[in-house]
């Protein structure tokens, strides 16, 4: 399959709805989506993925948002709005709200290379791990940038929920602030990985059980570097 394109006239003006009928994108080839909402999807049969998924058929697919906005959207798998299985995804100036899954309602991330930059993820509900979003990266690389993660909720890790013995995780100039977990993990759930946290803010998050922004599980590496409010809520 052939590299994909879809541009749209703005977010407001360019709105892909599904109606609940199917998921809105279905990608296994490298792809662009610019400037419009999506919207309505429903991931079929228990599938990952309910606005948009780009699966593992085919290895190395780079998929590319700019000035986007995903809400609204559901599954009863993981990714309400995103899912990313084994590839690469670059969000930038986007908007991911609304949406609902068991893990990562947000974003659920398996494995590769993601880099988010001024975004902001918010409001989205999962009944297990990982509101914002989920990242199930054995070996992964995530660049984060001048993002907002806030007022998401989970069972664990209500911003991110992360699992990978070989990932590595940064945060730069990025905010985590109101999410809620039930359990454990307000802000930032770390099952195993490194984490670097430099010039973040990690505030007014809630975990029911440990009270605290972040909960770390491994033996692995955090490491937090001229950031606000993270250590007396740790």
């Not at 947000?106 to 993601?114: C, E």
């Not at 902001?120 to 993660?149: E, M, R, V």
């Not at 940064?170 to 307000?186: K, V």
Request: hydrophobic share 35%; aromatic share 10%; with cysteine.
């Amino acid at each position: 399959t052939g590299n994909i394109r879809v541009t749209g006239a703005g977010r407001d003006a360019t709105i892909i709805d599904a109606n609940g009928i199917d998921r809105v994108f279905d990608v296994s080839a490298p792809a662009i989506i610019e400037y419009l909402s999506i919207t309505g999807g429903i991931a079929p049969n228990g599938e990952d993925g309910g606005g948009l998924r780009l699966d593992n058929s085919t290895p190395f697919n780079q998929l590319d948002l700019f000035d986007v906005a995903v809400y609204g959207n559901s599954t009863t798998a993981d990714g309400g709005g995103i899912s990313i299985d084994e590839n690469s995804a670059s969000i930038i100036f986007s908007e991911i709200y609304g949406n609902t899954a068991t893990n990562g309602a947000g974003i659920n991330f398996i494995d590769g290379y993601m880099s988010l930059s001024e975004t902001y993820i918010h409001d989205n509900d999962a009944t297990a791990n990982g509101g914002g979003i989920f990242l199930n990266a054995p070996t992964s690389l995530l660049d984060w940038k001048q993002t907002t993660i806030a007022d998401n909720s989970a069972n664990n890790g209500g911003g991110v929920y992360s699992t990978g013995i070989g990932s590595f995780y940064l945060f730069m100039n990025t905010t985590l602030s109101g999410n809620l977990a039930d359990n454990n993990g307000g802000g930032l759930y770390i099952d195993q990985g490194s984490f670097v946290n430099f010039s973040s803010t990690i505030t007014d998050n809630i975990a029911d059980a440990d009270f605290c922004s972040i909960h770390h599980d491994s033996s692995h590496n955090i490491y937090i570097v001229n950031s606000e409010n993270v250590l007396k809520y740790f």
